[in-house]
């Protein structure tokens, strides 16, 4: 039984080969983690700070990437953290809008 869990290694490596995986892999799970952070964790900082934090997450998602390669779900969970953190946010501005009427 195949113990594969990585659809979408899956599908990089059938359409672009094994030629600059680790480096497809890493974009994409640092477009979906900056995303996840901007949604659920980000607060308003100084440009430097900012700065800052981005490069930390791009050394974790440099980290966090060696295990895409070894085809654990790691970009389909950051997929599904920024979905569900989309969806978080998008009812909370409804949210406060239907409350800013009814004020």
Do not use: C
């Not at 659809?7 to 983690?33: E, R």
Request: hydrophobic content about 55%; overall charge positive.
């Amino acid at each position: 039984m195949d113990n594969n869990f990585s659809l979408i290694f899956d599908l990089l490596i059938h359409y672009n080969g094994t030629a600059h995986i680790f480096w497809i892999f890493f974009v994409l799970n640092y477009i979906f983690a900056a995303i996840a952070f901007q949604l659920g964790f980000a607060k308003k900082l100084p440009p430097l700070k900012t700065v800052f934090v981005y490069i930390m997450l791009a050394v974790g998602v440099y980290i966090i990437t060696i295990f895409s390669i070894f085809k654990l779900p790691i970009t389909e969970s950051l997929i599904i953290i920024s979905l569900v953190l989309g969806i978080y946010r998008f009812r909370l501005h409804r949210e406060r809008q239907r409350k800013a009427q009814n004020s």
